[in-house]
């Protein structure tokens, strides 16, 4: 992940593939993998929340086990997540509860903790 703070929050975030090109010119062009494309709009709802850039990064942090850990609400890695058959795994976790992993489809709309 590329992340600009600014004073104590942060200002913008980029997640891409640890092997994805970018150059110095240009650190901020999109990943082309869905998974990463959706969780870096996840991270960006994420620093809207924590208006500290300390607990951003806390938060953050639970992605450790993104490929491994399975969704909260069904109990799997991989989900259907697009009309392209594309499977992704849980890349939202809860503000709260940190250590909650859901897949996009599978979180509680109604509820208002992200």
Known sequence: AVVSTQSTGVERIIVHSFNEETTNDNIWPPSKFTVFTR?????????????????FFVWLSYYQNLYSQPCTACGKILCDETDKDKFLPPVRRDFNQMDKAYHLSCYNIGDDSF
């Open 39 to 55: 969780l870096t709009e996840v991270a960006n709802s994420a620093s809207l929340h924590f208006m500290n850039a300390s607990k």
